[in-house]
């Protein structure tokens, strides 16, 4: 994973969600609320290296990672991305924490919820009796990454945006864990379907969507995130390709202006856009193009992105077998 | 507004001329001549609902959200004698916010946003003036600003709390509530805020004689036979009730009610009436003006209309601030 | 025309009342003086004028109907009162401002008439502010906006006017200014009520003097009445004299140096016939 893009980029407070805030939002929420305060930045100091071992890779936070010498058995991870992975390494009985948003596997929810992802309780971590501690790699996690290191409790923070992403932070987690070979395989697994996918589409006509995640204001996928990828994947081509934030805010009006062939909504969104007569302004919506997606796959950048492909190509192209 | 006539009439060819700029202006361009067919309702559906639907209603809500936003302000600053006075003093924002936030999380749908933000924003006000009239000299301007400023405490303590654990999705639609922001408006919305801000606007200016004779102290208020603990009370409520309405149709815009007014009084208003009068003028021209840089000047994105109006405003408000010194 | 019938205040959670059991009337073509040391409960007197202050006992009549029957713009209209403070927040042109004093006869509705108009003139005209009419509140001198407040109280076009302490930040050619303006409207039928602390200006110009002393009554009646050393003394607790002015004729005070001493070995001043 490329280091040093992770590093300039300063993550924020809606990142617990896989389509990350871009800069200009957090500057406005900076705007709006004190509270926002508590993101404020924590020292990134030196922090001592325990883990014992071969480097592995640099985390998102700037730490190098080293393989253990043991194999964590006592395993916290405070990210829905990252928990699943653990369980599609084979590895999810070793988990003795999640965060609170963890959900996926359906198995992930009987390992004990340890609170927020973002700025989490320590105490509550460390009385987990954790032998390595997984972060979402924000601004506010920051602290927490200092302070286990302190109390020398081994920490990865991990930052999942693109598929690529998904593809880094898996090796990393598989080389942690000590079981770099499994996790390989959830990679080429993940990669072989999101091939076939994209061999299934290739040659069809490419129509024209929008993946519409807020209604007000509008927040769509852009051109950062995974989704687009799999969008692209799935022989759909996203008009928010060229944004380089993984979920923009956009007007409505300039949604119509890019005029998809398309919209992508959640059961609840696609509802909610068909009564707003505003939205009778954007073509999809006047022609019942809104297609709804299946929130439990897509919209994770886990080792579930190929069915979401899948699911995708299938929405956009009815009747073709990826 | 007698003294100088000419100005006004400037001003409101300003607004009408900001006025039709955001209809003819957007994302999407769209010919003159096509706005004008689509105003009438022909040509292609797409451009008539872009104008119809979208512009148009975000057009008229400015206009009101400026206008009730200046009203208050004015009236809120003559009464309490006090040119740092702003619409949202009494807990309004707070209170509306609390509203609204609580809607978002708890997956309102739309329409029952603004009903929660008006319900909070009442709430906090009457909060407020409990808390007061409990205190021994409730009938102090001070105290009362006290009592608005604890409830706005407490209710920007409530939403940290509330926020503390939200879906990070809804929280980002709460904040941008609270940026502020007409981009939503329907006619629906405007039918009823346009009643807050003309029948509170229409009270307000009615009494506008009583907030210049409170402005020169509640005891020369007495000399001239006005009850000022009273006049002064149906002035606050009235004036938050208009700030609560267009809370609750945009969110928090903040600076305009602060700003407006004193833009007014530079421009030669000086008896309340005036000042009140020419504060929905203007205060109407800034937010139409606002709203038409939050929605063409970072494509494609929108910016919140706060933070258009406070950027325009804080200038304004710091020229304000030396010449009080 | 104004009386006050054994009056008394007491503000919440007071050890003693503010006012107690006062009683003095003033009258029309009369100057009434109000007197008396700081905290002796003048200006809660005026306030229980204003209705800002509820009386534990007495009453306050106008022309013999209880205040409290009246309706607070009916008193408006027949009893200015120019209060101790006034501060305009916001700048003011003074014609406006004169014309706040025909308020309590337009109410928020009615606007300007031509008595409204002619009421306003001739308050203008009495107080000589015209030269003052364009210009706003806030560059006026105090002398001046001293005037432009008496002018709107006239404007009120009341047959009383109750003024708290008005000339204390004025100078000599202002207050004398003042204190003629006040002895012309007595002369034209007025009822003035004046509340100061300027006990030499006030015995020449005032017809009646109230000493008030811990809010009770210490004297009253003609000034050579009032004006009496051991009296004045006592409630002002400063040694002082009182003469007569051998240029004007009226009772002057002249206060003593030296610390003040509370017993009666005091030499009592004399007070001259």
Not at chain 1, 83 to 110: K, N, Q
Not at chain 2, 56 to 66: C, K
Not at chain 3, 26 to 46: I, Q, Y
Request: hydrophobic content about 50%; proline content about 6%.
């Amino acid at each position: 994973m490329a280091a040093p893009a992770w590093r300039r980029r300063r993550p924020g407070v809606a990142d617990i969600l896989p389509r990350a805030m871009d800069v200009r939002l957090r500057l406005q929420l900076v705007y709006a609320l004190p509270l926002i305060i508590i993101l404020a930045c924590a020292p990134n100091d030196a922090r001592g290296v325990r883990a014992h071992g071969a480097v592995i890779d640099v985390d998102a936070f700037g730490d190098t990672l080293r393989g253990p010498a043991q194999p964590p058995q006592r395993i916290v991870s405070l990210n829905p991305t990252t928990t699943e992975i653990v369980f599609a390494i084979g590895a999810g009985a070793r988990l003795v924490g999640r965060s609170h948003w963890d959900s996926f596997p359906d198995s992930a929810r009987l390992v004990p919820d340890l609170g927020p992802a973002l700025g989490p309780n320590i105490e509550t971590v460390i009385a987990a009796h954790p032998d390595l501690v997984l972060l979402y790699a924000s601004a506010d996690d920051e602290r927490a990454a200092t302070r286990l290191h302190d109390a020398g409790i081994p920490v990865a923070a991990l930052r999942i945006d693109r598929i690529e992403g998904f593809r880094t932070a898996t090796r990393d987690i598989g080389a942690l864990l000590g079981d770099s070979a499994r996790a390989a395989n959830v990679v080429d697994s993940v990669t072989r379907t999101l091939d076939r996918v994209r061999a299934a589409t290739h040659d069809l006509p490419r129509p024209t969507v929008a993946m519409v995640t807020w209604q007000h204001p509008v927040i769509v996928i852009g051109g950062g995130s995974f989704i687009n990828e799999l969008i692209e994947v799935a022989g759909g081509h996203n008009v928010y390709a060229d944004l380089a934030s993984p979920s923009p805010t956009v007007s409505l009006e300039d949604l119509v202006r890019r005029d998809p062939d398309f919209l992508l909504a959640s059961p609840k969104g696609r509802v909610n856009l068909e009564r707003d007569p505003r939205w009778q302004a954007v073509r999809a919506v006047r022609e019942h193009h809104v297609l709804v997606i299946d929130t439990t796959i897509v919209g994770r950048p886990s080792p579930v992105m190929g069915q979401a492909a899948a699911s995708l190509a299938g929405l956009l192209h009815p009747g073709i077998q990826p | 507004m007698s003294r100088r006539r000419g100005i006004w009439w400037a001003a409101a060819i300003v607004l009408a001329a900001l006025a039709v700029a955001s209809i003819g202006l957007g994302s999407v361009h769209i010919a003159p001549a096509a706005v004008l067919s689509a105003l009438a309702g022909a040509g292609d559906p797409g451009t008539v609902t872009i104008v119809r639907v979208l512009r148009l209603p975000r057009v008229a809500m400015a206009i009101l959200l400026g206008a009730g936003l200046g009203m208050s302000g004015a009236s809120l600053q003559g009464v309490m004698r006090n040119p740092l006075a702003e619409p949202y003093l009494l807990g309004v924002s707070g209170g509306a916010a609390v509203g609204a936030v609580i809607a978002v999380l708890v997956g309102a749908p739309a329409v029952l946003v603004p009903i929660a933000a008006f319900i909070g924003a009442v709430l906090a006000v009457a909060v407020a003036f409990f808390v007061a009239h409990a205190t021994p000299g409730g009938g102090d301007v001070r105290v009362l600003l006290m009592a608005g400023v604890i409830v706005g405490a407490f209710a920007n303590a409530a939403i940290m709390l509330l926020l503390a654990n939200a879906d990070p999705a809804a929280m980002r639609g709460a904040l941008w509530w609270m940026m502020g922001s007409v981009a939503a408006a329907t006619w629906a919305q405007n039918g009823w805020l346009a009643f807050y801000v003309l029948a509170g606007g229409a009270l307000l200016v009615a009494w506008a004689r009583e907030i210049d004779i409170l402005t020169l102290g509640e005891d020369a208020a007495a000399s001239l036979g006005l009850d000022a603990d009273r006049a002064s009370r149906r002035v606050y409520l009235m004036a938050s009730l208009v700030a609560a309405a267009t809370v609750a149709a945009a969110g928090l815009v903040g600076f305009v009610g602060l700003v407006v007014p004193h833009i007014a009084r530079r421009m030669g208003a000086s008896a309340s009436r005036a000042v009140i009068l020419g504060s929905a003028l203007i205060g109407a021209a800034l937010v139409v003006g606002s709203d038409l840089i939050a929605r063409t000047a970072l494509p494609p994105a929108e910016l919140p209309l706060g933070a258009v109006t406070a950027v325009i405003g804080v200038p304004f408000f710091l020229i304000q601030l030396r010449r009080l010194r | 025309m104004i009386a006050f019938q054994g009056v008394s205040v007491r503000y919440a959670d007071a050890p003693r009342d503010a006012a107690h059991d006062v009683t003095f009337t003033t009258e029309r073509g009369r100057m009434t003086a109000l007197v008396g040391p700081n905290g002796s409960g003048k200006s809660t007197l005026v306030r229980a004028l204003l209705g800002r202050q509820k009386l534990t006992a007495g009453r306050i009549t106008i022309d013999g109907a209880p205040l409290a029957s009246l309706a607070r713009a009916q008193v408006a209209r027949r009893i200015a009162v120019v209060t101790q403070r006034e501060e305009l927040s916001f700048p003011t042109p003074v014609s406006d401002y004169v014309a706040l004093g025909r308020f309590p006869h337009r109410g928020a509705w009615r606007s300007a008439g031509a008595e409204d108009r002619a009421a306003v003139a001739r308050a203008v005209e009495l107080s000589g502010i015209g030269p003052l009419l364009e210009r706003s509140v806030d560059t006026l001198s105090g002398g001046e906006w001293q005037r432009a407040r008496i002018a709107r109280a006239l404007a009120q076009g009341g047959e009383a006017m109750v003024l708290d302490e008005p000339t204390t930040y004025l100078d000599i050619a202002h207050e004398m200014e003042a204190f003629e303006l006040l002895s012309r409207l007595v002369r034209e039928g007025m009822a003035v009520l004046l509340v100061s602390h300027q006990l030499n200006l006030v015995a020449r110009f005032a017809d009646m003097l109230v000493l008030l002393h811990d809010g009770r009554v210490a004297a009253s009646g003609i000034p050579d009445d009032v004006m009496r050393g051991a009296v004045l003394e006592r409630v002002y607790g400063w040694p002082l004299v009182v003469t007569r002015d051998p240029a004007v004729g009226a009772p002057a005070l002249v206060p003593l140096r030296g610390a003040p001493r509370r017993d009666s070995t005091l030499n009592p001043s004399s007070h001259i016939p």
